[in-house]
């Protein structure tokens, strides 16, 4: 067992052992070597490890798949948001674009209030079931609404499948990530890249088909139905029960210090319990929040308003400048929701005081439109990084923190997610207040 440690800001912690096993901590000593860590060093640390078992990386792989599948319909549907309105050929219908992000999340509230209600009443598999059904049917429906001269071709109509697809997002994501406590804290890493995943995907595939092919939204929403075997197939095939050897978190280094009550309790109300597990993670819960509000003004609303898209003398780059800061925008969230193996971030405020900085650029862009093309495209790619990094690490801290009991676990997870609802729905209403009022005129 050999140890070498630098008194910088770079230290290398090697530990050989049988297990082949390879730890890396940068940016400030390991917590047991030194306790006067700085506050940058306390903020980012790096760990590697390579001892994994075959049961391992096929959960998460499964994961994976999971979170590609549950979160892809609902990317497709926010990057066809301008062409879905545009669709409609009318300047009320068009003005009303933050409609379809807020429709795609208003269920959400209901959805997650509904699985935190039946988390101890049905099996996961029962809830991830009748989900991945929901889910499928309404896109379906979605498609055939948005379909020209179809019997029910209406914008709210769209709207109203748009909601319960959403819906199941949100149903679907409380359900697995909660699942997720079952197994190694470090697994919820599977599960956020295959949301970022999701994004590119998403976001890729429409902007492929469109320029490629010329599709329009409802042909792009078809295409998506056959993903839904991928979604069973992951749950009830790939992903194996949990192995309680496994449960321990190998990242044991990394620990969070939150308020809670160590009080044994026999009998309490849930209420009791929503404020014991309120306290534990509301902190993370604002943050969370805060980002997702931040985030979805800058890469929706004020992405849509950005440049004049509509100018047919522009370039092809301008023209498509939507749909292209959608997917650099993914691109960012994909890389950083990927990165928990390699960096964590405990002060996950510091995320959201950046992601600030991002939505005041972003809405005096699409007020004034001062910034080059090309510096918008990198700043967008930087407002996914900022995000996915808050969204892996903040449901990381939730899953794997010490100070929550399990039994509150899942409802701590429930109560995370709650505030990504909030914070989208948020976004779309400061959109549609943007819209309708000094962004108005704005192409």
Request: aromatic share 16%; with cysteine.
């Amino acid at each position: 067992n050999c140890t070498l440690t630098l008194k910088s800001c770079v230290c290398f912690s090697f530990s050989l052992k049988k297990s082949k096993t390879l730890s890396c901590v940068l940016f400030g000593l390991h917590p047991k070597m030194n306790d006067n860590n700085d506050s940058f060093s306390s903020t980012f640390k790096k760990t590697f490890t390579f001892d994994k078992s075959v049961t391992y990386y096929r959960n998460w792989c499964a994961f994976f798949l999971l979170g590609t599948i549950n979160n892809l319909s609902y990317v497709v549907v926010n990057s066809s948001a301008q062409s879905l309105t545009d669709s409609f050929d009318s300047q009320t219908v068009s003005n009303l674009i933050g409609l379809v992000p807020a429709a795609n999340v208003l269920a959400g509230v209901f959805a997650r209030s509904l699985n935190t209600y039946l988390y101890d009443k049905v099996t996961t598999k029962g809830r991830v079931g009748a989900n991945g059904l929901c889910m499928f049917a309404a896109l379906g429906l979605l498609g055939i609404a948005a379909t020209p001269g179809s019997i029910i071709n209406h914008y709210s109509a769209c709207l109203a499948f748009i909601t319960v697809m959403g819906g199941t997002c949100s149903f679907g994501e409380s359900a697995i990530v909660g699942r997720i406590r079952e197994y190694p804290a470090e697994l919820v890493d599977g599960w956020s890249s295959g949301t970022g995943m999701a994004g590119v995907l998403g976001s890729g595939l429409y902007l492929f088909f469109v320029l490629t092919f010329d599709l329009e939204a409802y042909q792009i929403y078809y295409l998506c139905l056959p993903t839904g075997l991928l979604y069973f197939l992951a749950y009830f095939v790939i992903l194996l029960p949990p192995d309680e050897a496994e449960r321990r978190s190998t990242y044991d280094d990394y620990t969070i210090q939150l308020n809670q009550d160590g009080e044994s309790r026999s009998q309490e109300s849930k209420w009791v319990q929503f404020q014991r597990s309120f306290g534990c993670v509301g902190w993370l819960a604002f943050n969370l929040f805060a980002v997702y509000f931040f985030e979805y003004v800058a890469s929706v609303g004020a992405a849509d308003r950005a440049n004049d898209h509509e100018d047919t003398e522009a370039k092809f780059w301008t023209q498509q400048s939507y749909e292209i800061l959608a997917f650099l925008y993914q691109v960012g969230v994909l890389i950083s929701r990927s990165s928990l193996s390699f960096v964590k971030v405990k002060k996950v405020w510091v995320l959201t005081l950046l992601q600030g900085v991002n939505f005041v650029l972003w809405v005096t862009q699409a007020t004034y439109r001062y910034l080059p093309l090309w510096f918008q495209f990198i700043l967008m790619v930087y407002v996914g990084l900022l995000g996915g990094a808050a969204y892996v690490n903040i449901c990381y801290i939730a899953l794997n923190s010490n100070h929550i009991e399990e039994k509150d676990r899942e409802l701590c997870v429930n109560i995370v997610m709650f505030s990504i609802t909030f914070g989208i729905f948020g976004a779309s209403a400061f959109t549609i207040l943007m819209d309708e009022t000094w962004l108005k005129d704005q192409n």
